[in-house]
């Protein structure tokens, strides 16, 4: 038999996922994929029971139902202040998962080089190398995961052609303020180089820190690619639906892209969730109230039980610290809670390109008792887990 394909070799399965199979199979509380256990709005359920007896059950037009881009132009426009055309500037895709590959394909060739942010969401650097590009991967420096400008303009000097920005970030949570937004856009401009932006959690953002759009500041509208998700802000992870906002001229070859990728997201749940676009300001006050509340609650307990960890400026993870637990691996300390107290987590190590095995990552998207009882399981961790 003929070699398979070499760049599917460089990378793993997802480990975030993996640890989900792993819970499943440990009857564990689900911490590690960050997927709510509560229902969505209640008008996009009863809006999504209307759409099923509708005319919405065959393709939409491919770059996404033209109502959809006009209520995704119409949020950005009330957020962020800057306005994309939904004709010629907006793409709908198959979640945020599809939106960065096809803008990572849209602006990079194989040979290109790409700079990340470490720690950084998993998928990434798979994008990069099934686009057949080289990451360069700029370290967030714990606790506060701030960088260091002359090491991200050491990057931009080797030739990158892009740059994927998380924020708010998953792992870690941090929130870029405007002052280091402002370094990016300067060294994108000084080095010709494009965005790539991750935006999902841009509506979970934890008190005094405020979520700036990159693509908002001088000159940086023609350079970013604003990738976005509805999953987080609507609890619809499920329906799989994201989107892109760039410029016509990068607009056109993402829709290229996405076209043979995977021709059209779902139409009845386009339809649906326009609904949840339309919902008033007070909708977005009360998540952010009710994800700070999850926050505390978590993290408090956390703290009661003496376990150490981040605080997250936004989104919805906590990197706790195990080195006290003295494992030699954090996969190993991520199966064994599974598998002996019944909390999964996802090892640190699968976010960080440095050598870095302290952390596990939990997210707290989930209802209060079920946090409440995570905390109860984590009350027995010392005294199952320290070596």
């Given at each position: 038999m003929r070699n398979l394909s070499d760049r599917s070799s460089h990378f793993t399965d997802s480990v975030i996922r993996r640890m989900t199979r792993i819970a499943?199979?440990?009857?564990?509380?689900?911490?590690?994929?960050?997927?709510?256990?509560?229902d969505p709005p209640k008008a996009l359920i009863e809006r999504l029971k209307e759409v099923s007896d509708e005319d919405f059950h065959q393709y939409s037009i491919t770059c996404g139902a033209l109502n959809l881009r006009k209520a995704l132009s119409d949020k950005q426009l009330h957020f962020s202040g800057m306005y994309y055309n939904p004709d010629d500037e907006i793409t709908v895709t198959c979640g945020s998962t599809e939106a960065m590959m096809a803008a990572m394909m849209s602006v990079t060739d194989p040979g290109d080089k790409v700079v990340i942010f470490s720690p950084f969401y998993e998928n990434y650097g798979a994008d990069t190398i099934l686009c057949g590009a080289t990451p360069i991967y700029v370290p967030l420096v714990p606790p506060?995961?701030?960088?260091?400008?002359?090491?991200l303009e050491d990057a931009f000097k080797q030739g990158a052609k892009a740059l994927i920005l998380c924020n708010p970030s998953n792992p870690c949570g941090k929130v870029f303020t405007k002052d280091e937004l402002e370094?990016?856009?300067?060294?994108?401009?000084?080095?010709?180089?494009?965005v790539i932006t991750d935006e999902v959690y841009e509506h979970i953002i934890y008190s005094p820190n405020k979520h700036t759009y990159l693509s908002t500041l001088d000159g940086m509208k023609e350079r970013t690619i604003c990738c976005s998700s509805l999953s987080k802000t609507y609890s619809i992870t499920g329906w799989r639906l994201g989107y892109t906002m760039a410029v016509p001229e990068i607009t056109d070859r993402i829709k290229k892209v996405h076209d043979f990728l995977t021709v059209g997201a779902a139409a009845p749940l386009q339809e649906a969730i326009i609904t949840g676009l339309r919902f008033p300001n007070s909708y977005y006050e009360e998540l952010q109230n009710e994800y700070t509340e999850k926050k505390n609650l978590f993290l408090s307990g956390l703290d009661n039980l003496g376990l150490k960890h981040n605080d997250p400026e936004g989104a919805y993870y906590v990197l706790m610290d195990i080195s006290e637990f003295g494992y030699d691996s954090d996969l190993e300390f991520a199966i064994d809670m599974s598998k002996k107290v019944g909390?999964?987590?996802?090892?640190?190590?699968s976010f960080f390109k440095e050598e870095e095995n302290r952390y596990v990552r939990f997210h707290f998207a989930k209802k209060n008792e079920t946090l409440i009882s995570a905390l109860d399981r984590l009350a027995e961790l010392k005294s199952k887990l320290k070596k």
């Amino acid at each position: 038999m003929r070699n398979l394909s070499d760049r599917s070799s460089h990378f793993t399965d997802s480990v975030i996922r993996r640890m989900t199979r792993i819970a499943i199979e440990h009857n564990a509380i689900n911490l590690s994929q960050g997927f709510p256990d509560f229902d969505p709005p209640k008008a996009l359920i009863e809006r999504l029971k209307e759409v099923s007896d509708e005319d919405f059950h065959q393709y939409s037009i491919t770059c996404g139902a033209l109502n959809l881009r006009k209520a995704l132009s119409d949020k950005q426009l009330h957020f962020s202040g800057m306005y994309y055309n939904p004709d010629d500037e907006i793409t709908v895709t198959c979640g945020s998962t599809e939106a960065m590959m096809a803008a990572m394909m849209s602006v990079t060739d194989p040979g290109d080089k790409v700079v990340i942010f470490s720690p950084f969401y998993e998928n990434y650097g798979a994008d990069t190398i099934l686009c057949g590009a080289t990451p360069i991967y700029v370290p967030l420096v714990p606790p506060n995961f701030n960088f260091d400008p002359s090491l991200l303009e050491d990057a931009f000097k080797q030739g990158a052609k892009a740059l994927i920005l998380c924020n708010p970030s998953n792992p870690c949570g941090k929130v870029f303020t405007k002052d280091e937004l402002e370094i990016i856009a300067f060294l994108a401009k000084k080095y010709d180089a494009y965005v790539i932006t991750d935006e999902v959690y841009e509506h979970i953002i934890y008190s005094p820190n405020k979520h700036t759009y990159l693509s908002t500041l001088d000159g940086m509208k023609e350079r970013t690619i604003c990738c976005s998700s509805l999953s987080k802000t609507y609890s619809i992870t499920g329906w799989r639906l994201g989107y892109t906002m760039a410029v016509p001229e990068i607009t056109d070859r993402i829709k290229k892209v996405h076209d043979f990728l995977t021709v059209g997201a779902a139409a009845p749940l386009q339809e649906a969730i326009i609904t949840g676009l339309r919902f008033p300001n007070s909708y977005y006050e009360e998540l952010q109230n009710e994800y700070t509340e999850k926050k505390n609650l978590f993290l408090s307990g956390l703290d009661n039980l003496g376990l150490k960890h981040n605080d997250p400026e936004g989104a919805y993870y906590v990197l706790m610290d195990i080195s006290e637990f003295g494992y030699d691996s954090d996969l190993e300390f991520a199966i064994d809670m599974s598998k002996k107290v019944g909390v999964a987590a996802v090892p640190g190590s699968s976010f960080f390109k440095e050598e870095e095995n302290r952390y596990v990552r939990f997210h707290f998207a989930k209802k209060n008792e079920t946090l409440i009882s995570a905390l109860d399981r984590l009350a027995e961790l010392k005294s199952k887990l320290k070596k």
